[in-house]
């Protein structure tokens, strides 16, 4: 009794606080950490506030999950070969949205106690956002991430906000989101979202570009794909109608084949597609870059003028031109010297 006594005003003397508690952010499903490092690691507790039972115990150099609390059970681990080197984290399995909480690492020897928090928020991360040109404008969408998703626009980088946004879900389940930026899409410009989770500032950025080119046959068209230099693409999609391909950015050194024709990608993003026919191979290509960050696509409209016609018109035009300025400049030279042959004459008289 009297021992009691001693040992409870020696942990209450003793008590250390950490200042700051520790945020993880942890992924729905996924494993995770939740960080302490202690020197009094012969005990061990982890709690969870609004739990009586513990989250994890450890003490006698074994776990005692007798004390756990059932909603944990076979969900947590020490790292039980690290505990001698003061690693007192915990282990939590698949990770589920009530595992969000603050929690507490306890730990003890049988005279000194520490203790410290740590807070664990739950995410899922934005996998996908779909870009689309639509009647009203521009649309970027996203479904299935936590916690609430928020957007944010710009054209050629700039901040724009003339846009709507709908968000749906709740506490405890996924939301999704889906915003328009009410703008005709202009040519060369660059339209972007981002968008992020909570109170995060790590974004998804998703962008849209549409470009014109015009070649004539035998040209070699430049196709632009959305290359960053900080976040340059994982893969490279290039499609045209029904046809795709995909590359790897770091491989793409490599000749590669499209719809029968070789083509290269630049360092830059430029795809360069080489022998062109007008009939086959107008329309409309479309080229998307993905990283596990960003997602960028642009369309690019690919027009092979005919060549003999326009060459033809333009050279016909270009001589005709060329002919009656002739003509006109020699008309102009012969008056000039006739009405000056005609002055002097009547100077002499
Ligand atoms: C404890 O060990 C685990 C497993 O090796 C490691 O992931 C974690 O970062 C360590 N924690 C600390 C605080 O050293
Ligand atoms: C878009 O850029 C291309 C290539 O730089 C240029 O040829 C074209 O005229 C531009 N279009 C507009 C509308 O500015
Ligand atoms: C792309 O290339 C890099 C570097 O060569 C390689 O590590 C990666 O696994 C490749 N990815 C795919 C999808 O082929
Ligand atoms: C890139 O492509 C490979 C193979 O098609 C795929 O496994 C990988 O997930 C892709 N990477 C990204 C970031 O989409």
Request: with cysteine; proline share 3%.
């Amino acid at each position: 009794m009297k021992q009691a006594i001693w040992t409870f005003l020696l942990f209450w003397s003793i008590s250390l606080t950490t200042g700051g508690d520790v945020t993880v952010t942890c992924v729905l499903t996924s494993d995770c950490v939740l960080p302490c490092t202690s020197p009094y690691y012969d005990i061990i507790h982890w709690y969870k506030d609004g739990k009586s039972s513990s989250v994890h115990t450890f003490y006698d150099k074994a776990d005692h999950l007798e004390y756990q609390d059932a909603d944990f059970k076979g969900q947590t681990s020490l790292f039980n070969n690290q505990i001698s080197q003061g690693n007192t984290s915990l282990l939590l399995r698949a990770i589920r949205f009530q595992d969000e909480g603050r929690y507490k690492c306890y730990t003890a020897t049988s005279s000194v106690n520490k203790e410290q928090f740590v807070w664990l928020k739950v995410k899922v991360p934005v996998k996908w956002v779909d870009i689309k040109m639509t009647s009203e404008g521009i649309s970027c969408s996203t479904k299935d991430v936590f916690p609430n998703p928020k957007i944010s626009w710009y054209r050629d980088g700039s901040s724009e906000n003339t846009f709507t946004v709908n968000t749906q879900g709740d506490k405890e389940s996924l939301f999704s989101l889906s915003s328009v930026l009410s703008q005709s899409v202009k040519e060369n410009t660059t339209y972007s979202c981002a968008i992020s989770l909570g109170d995060e500032s790590q974004n998804y950025i998703a962008s849209l570009r549409k470009e014109n080119v015009e070649i004539y046959p035998g040209q070699d068209a430049a196709i632009h794909c959305p290359v960053s230099q900080e976040n340059p693409g994982i893969n490279i999609t290039l499609t045209f109608g029904e046809s795709s391909i995909t590359l790897n950015y770091s491989q793409r050194s490599q000749p590669h084949t499209f719809r029968g024709k070789t083509f290269h990608l630049a360092h830059d993003g430029t795809i360069t597609i080489h022998n062109l026919e007008s009939d086959k191979d107008s329309g409309t290509y479309i080229c998307e870059s993905l990283t596990t960050k960003s997602r960028g696509v642009v369309h690019t409209l690919l027009k092979i003028n005919s060549a003999n016609h326009h060459v033809g018109v333009g050279v016909g035009v270009g001589v005709g031109i060329a002919v009656i300025v002739i003509i006109v400049v020699i008309g102009i030279i012969a008056a000039i010297i006739y009405l000056i042959r005609r002055n002097k004459g009547q100077g002499v008289m």
